[in-house]
């Protein structure tokens, strides 16, 4: 099992930048697709962007559009968000989510077992 724990979230104004970490428990960290999504208020939960176990492959979502950079470090068991030119629209709760051992990045959230509490992010304009 592993246990995912969100920070980094804040308000910030549109154009800026928040840098998003999930710190995850467990001995076999390095071997879970990890992924982010996002809520909005009365809105579905959506897929943000994924990296593979490696960290070899990245997948984001049309609407990032080179806005936001997934990364990992096995070593310290953490995966980061950095997310850029923030727009009011990308305001939402960010929930880190992981699944063990897939050889692809799924953009369901029911492909994902590991869930953290998430951590709110507010883009005033």
């Known amino acids: 099992q592993v246990q995912l724990v969100e920070s980094g979230g804040g308000l910030v104004q549109a154009g800026g930048s928040l840098r998003l970490s999930c710190a995850a428990s467990g001995r076999t960290f390095s071997t879970y697709t990890l992924a982010w999504f996002r809520q909005a208020p009365g809105k579905e939960r959506e897929f943000v962007a994924g990296i593979s176990w490696s960290g070899g492959k990245t997948y984001y979502a049309d609407f990032m559009k080179g806005r936001f950079t997934i990364s990992r470090d096995n070593a310290r068991n953490t995966v980061n968000l950095q997310t850029n030119s923030l727009k009011p629209e990308d305001t939402a709760v960010y929930y880190c989510?992981?699944?063990?051992?897939?050889?692809?990045?799924?953009?369901?959230?029911?492909?994902?077992?590991?869930w953290g509490s998430g951590t709110q992010v507010t883009v005033s304009s």
């Open positions: 989510a992981a699944e063990r051992l897939t050889r692809t990045i799924s953009i369901l959230t029911s492909q994902y077992t590991y």
